[in-house]
């Protein structure tokens, strides 16, 4: 079982709702010797005034929610308001599943289309296909300045409840008509299991929601069975969510009583360690873990704790650095608080929080280690600022604001002009999907021919993009012609077999992944190391 987790305590959230919305009991409680707080009553009057004299009529909600914004903003990045749409979605996510019709769609050139149907949903038996346009709900129109969130909100709904659409697909002259019953349909974290070769298998951790660790365990399990020998985990781009999580799923690769992450604050409650409990599934062969700028909070807990114990090898880039913990407070009129409350640490005693005194810069944070050649050890990257911390088997790592892979990889997605004006166009996803309407027999492991590639070059002169001759001279004289091969690829796959099998033809041209593919022995190096008593990492890390 794992170890207690952080509490929620209603009762002060319920205390800051009323200093929020103006008791003058909340005034006296937060007043100081030091400094007198501002009287509540003027903070009343001051929304009379906006109330009565805004140029254009304003819920009053929408002037208190903008105060707790701009009052939250000056703590720190990641203590928020969520405003009762914002804590209902978050709360939906956490749980892992809604009620649906089990779709993925994206506003694309300014019509509601379908990117793709998830296996075994309504929408999957009913025939719903990738590149299909809604263009009905209920027999109501989709307006052009429809968002994808207002469609989504027509499209979900009570279980067992029906809703009637209306779709526009490539190849039919008249629309078709569907009325599909909404199910739960699950919101996965592990959308992607599969095997890259006969024992290498690779899994894909999105987030980290209350199903997490059962979405991996399950994954485990599929690609054991088909052979897997050694795993890659792939946590790029993943932005975290629930610390219980976070353990639970350190623990699949952890032995017994390994400390995962403690945290620390300024309350009591706030000091806790958390330890692997050692009662599920364990996988205890070589892993390589991949990283990036978009890995943050839970991915970092994770990363850091199988580096800190050499575990398995972190290859990537620096993750993001936030190593600050939220605890999050429901308040009583169906909004919440994420409040910061402690700081987590990694095993090894790390604190990874990048600066955010600049808070553009933290948004918008420029590569750390830009200079660091690819394929560089963190021994022979240079010296990059942060103190300095040891792992189980005496291994230097830093605290230099996220966690600083084993092996520096960058990203194998080059950047090419030609590639992104084809993207911004739609042009791989509407080639897709008229290219399937007449060639219905693909294969899952098929070629850009330079027939194929001239095909699309058509289908973009024909949509008023370029001339096929300048659209060749371009391809020719592009440096990275092949990642343009690979998105036409991609697409077709996707639309075609799913977005799991486009995913594994994607992992082809991956240049992390694939760089990351030929570790594994220094991996399984670093697991073997032997491990140094607590004592010996402590006076070395004091030298």
């Known amino acids: 079982m794992s170890q207690p987790r952080s509490r929620v305590l209603v009762s002060i959230a319920l205390l800051g709702a009323a200093t929020l919305l103006g008791g003058a009991l909340g005034g006296r409680l937060f007043a100081s010797p030091e400094r007198e707080v501002p009287p509540l009553d003027e903070y009343a009057d001051i929304l009379t005034t906006l109330g009565e004299w805004s140029p254009e009529p304003v819920a009053p909600e929408k002037f208190v929610y903008a105060s707790i914004h701009g009052m939250l903003a000056r ?40 990117i793709a149907p998830m296996e075994g949903t309504p929408a999957y038996k009913m025939g719903v296909r990738a590149g299909d346009v809604i263009t009905h709900i209920e027999d109501e129109e989709i307006k052009e300045d429809a968002s994808t969130d207002d469609v989504v ?48 298998g690779y899994i894909l951790l999105r987030d980290f929601t209350h199903t997490s660790s059962r979405e991996l365990i399950a994954a485990l399990g599929k690609l054991e069975k088909l052979g897997m020998k050694r795993l890659v985990l792939d946590l790029r781009g993943n932005p975290g969510g629930v610390l219980d999580q976070a353990v639970d799923v350190s ?24 330890y692997a409990p050692g009662d599920g599934l364990h996988f205890d062969r070589p892993l390589v873990v991949l990283i990036n700028r978009g890995s943050a909070s839970a991915s970092e807990i994770v990363a850091g704790a199988i580096q800190d114990h050499d575990r398995g090898l972190i290859v990537g880039q620096r993750s993001w650095g936030k190593g600050l913990v939220q605890s999050v407070y ?3 009129y169906g909004a919440g608080l994420a409040l910061t409350t402690a700081r987590y640490y990694t095993p090894s005693g790390r604190w990874i929080q990048r600066d955010y005194s600049d808070l ?86 098929f070629e850009v021919t330079s027939e194929l590639r001239q095909q699309f070059f ?13 659209l060749t001279r371009q391809w020719e004289a592009e440096p990275n012609r092949g990642i343009v091969d690979l998105a036409m690829r991609v697409e077709i796959v996707n ?29 399984a190096r670093i697991a073997a190391l032997p491990k140094k008593p607590a004592p010996a990492r402590a006076a070395r890390q004091g030298s």
């Open 75 to 114: 703590l720190d990045p990641h203590t928020a308001f969520l405003e009762p749409d914002e804590y209902a979605a978050m709360r939906e996510k956490q749980q892992g599943s809604f009620f649906g019709l089990g779709i993925q769609i994206q506003k694309r050139m300014g019509k509601i289309t379908v």
């Open 153 to 200: 909100k027509k499209l979900r709904g009570p279980k067992g409840t029906a809703v009637r659409i209306t779709i526009r697909r490539t190849g039919l002259d008249e629309p078709l008509h569907m009325t599909i019953t909404r199910a739960e349909i699950p919101t996965l974290s592990v959308p992607y299991a599969f095997m890259l070769n006969a024992d290498i």
């Open 360 to 445: 553009l810069a933290y948004v918008n944070p420029e590569d750390p280690d830009a200079a660091v050649a690819s394929g560089e050890t963190a021994a022979e990257a240079p010296r990059t600022a942060g103190q300095t911390f040891y792992t189980e088997a005496g291994r230097t790592v830093y605290a230099a604001g996220g966690i600083t892979p084993d092996v520096a990889i960058k990203s194998g997605f080059s950047e090419s002009k030609l590639l992104s004006q084809f993207l911004a166009r739609n042009l791989f996803f509407n080639f897709a999907i008229d290219y399937l309407s007449h060639h219905p027999d693909v294969k899952p492991n």
């Open 458 to 470: 058509k289908f973009a002169e024909a949509g008023k993009f370029s001339s096929v001759e300048e």
């Open 495 to 523: 639309a075609k077999f799913g977005l799991e099998a486009g995913r594994k033809a994607q992992a082809e041209g991956d240049t992390q992944l694939q760089k990351g593919l030929a570790m594994f022995d220094e991996a």
């Open 251 to 274: 623990d699949v690769f952890l032995p017994k009583g390994s400390k995962i992450v403690y945290t620390r604050g300024r309350t009591p409650s706030s000091a806790q360690d958390f």
């Open 330 to 332: 429901t308040l009583p």
